[in-house]
């Protein structure tokens, strides 16, 4: 099956930046697109952003357009979310998860494994 691990998360002001990293516990994982989720409370999860297995094209949510880039390392088997400019709004735990569809697009539905989640708040 394999695993995704989520690490990065924190406290950070309005303005801030993070940078959130997701480790695969398997080398074909490198060979997936991988997307970033969030679930603030009381609400559904909802798409962040995704990119294709080779990090070739990326895909983003209008809310984080401009403010947010998805990246991945397929030497590393990681992933990552770099967040710019943050805003109250943005608070949620953030998850990673890959489709496994062999050298597949980026895509915001479908995927097959998940992490466990990295929590975000920013302060206002």
């Known amino acids: 099956q394999g695993q995704l691990v989520e690490s990065g998360g924190g406290l950070v002001q309005t303005g801030g930046s993070l940078r959130l990293s997701c480790a695969a516990s398997?080398?074909?994982?490198?060979?997936?697109?991988m997307g970033w989720f969030r679930q603030a409370p009381g609400k559904e999860r909802e798409f962040v952003a995704a990119?294709?297995?080779?990090?070739?094209?990326?895909d983003y949510a209008d809310s984080v357009k401009g403010r947010f880039t998805i990246s991945k390392d397929n030497t590393k088997i990681t992933g990552y979310l770099q967040m710019n400019s943050l805003r109250p709004e943005d608070t949620a735990v953030y998850y990673c998860?890959?489709?496994?569809?062999?050298?597949?697009?980026?895509?915001?539905?479908?995927?097959?494994?998940w992490g466990q989640g990295t929590q975000v708040t920013v302060s206002s």
């Open positions: 998860a890959v489709k496994k569809s062999s050298f597949g697009g980026a895509t915001r539905q479908a995927f097959d494994v």
């Open positions: 398997e080398r074909t994982f490198s060979m997936y697109p």
């Open positions: 990119i294709s297995w080779r990090g070739s094209t990326t």
